[in-house]
């Protein structure tokens, strides 16, 4: 039988990247005169990558956006991001804990996010975490992205897995429409970043902390997906 597969979405699930994306999130709006966000709003701009982000925080404040300024402020965003990894980034509690575990167990690890691959991979390795995954896959790695469903789907194929055999851990409302629209069972995690509290959004079941996924809770989640 396939090697089951476990699928991490990245920021605000397996790695606290919140700190350093506010930093160049308020960073490219300082560029534009816009104030500074707070955490409870920058809460509910992330999710969908960096060009989302600035969109929402623009829209927040009433601004409106040009798409020449748009694409000016991804640029800044993404250079002073990009200069700053991994920055006070690190895995959540007991996140390397579970890598080892499922690792032990032969299951494949993945990555599927809406950060861009180069960030996601630059970030992944300054953390020391690279020879875990056999895939980490971002919103410019297909002509997709997260809430398609085939970015998750492929970034399993990509990994060498079997979407009959997998199962995904997100943070938020994008990961778990996109798990459910693949027909791949999904675990929320609640410390992430989302405005509205993960189990809105219907998941296969929510956690708190990364010791709660365990060996038997993966397993019989993909049994009952098939
Ligand atoms: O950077 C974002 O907006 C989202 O990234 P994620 O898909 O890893 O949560
Ligand atoms: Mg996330």
Redesign the pocket.
């Known amino acids: 039988m396939a090697r089951p597969i476990i699928v991490f ?5 397996l790695v606290d990247t919140a700190p350093d ?1 506010m930093d160049s999130l308020n960073h490219t709006l300082a560029t534009s005169d816009l104030p500074a966000v707070d955490e409870p709003s920058f809460r509910r701009f ?4 960096g060009r989302v ?1 600035i969109e929402r925080a623009f829209a927040a404040q009433n601004r409106p956006l040009t798409a020449v300024e748009h694409d000016r402020l991804l640029h800044v965003f993404l250079e002073h991001y990009s200069a700053n990894i991994p920055g006070r980034s690190r895995p959540f509690p007991g996140a390397t804990d579970a890598i080892a575990r499922f690792e032990s167990e032969g299951y494949i690890l993945a990555i599927c ?3 861009y691959e180069a960030n996601s991979l630059a970030l992944i390795d300054a953390l020391g975490l690279s020879s875990h995954f056999a895939a980490n896959c971002g919103q410019d790695t297909f002509p997709f992205r ?1 809430p398609d469903p085939r970015h998750l789907t492929e970034t399993i194929l990509k990994a060498g897995g079997n979407p009959d055999r997998a199962v995904m851990v997100g ?2 409302r ?1 990961d778990i429409d996109t798990a459910k629209a693949a027909g791949i069972p999904v675990v929320a995690v609640d410390f992430g970043y989302t405005d509205r509290h993960v189990s809105a959004f219907d998941p296969s079941v929510v956690v708190s902390h990364f010791d709660e996924i365990t060996l038997d809770l993966a397993h019989n989640l993909i049994k009952s997906a098939n």
């Open positions: 979405d990245l920021d605000g699930t994306l992330v999710g969908n990558g982000m996010t809406n950060k997260k943070d938020s994008t």
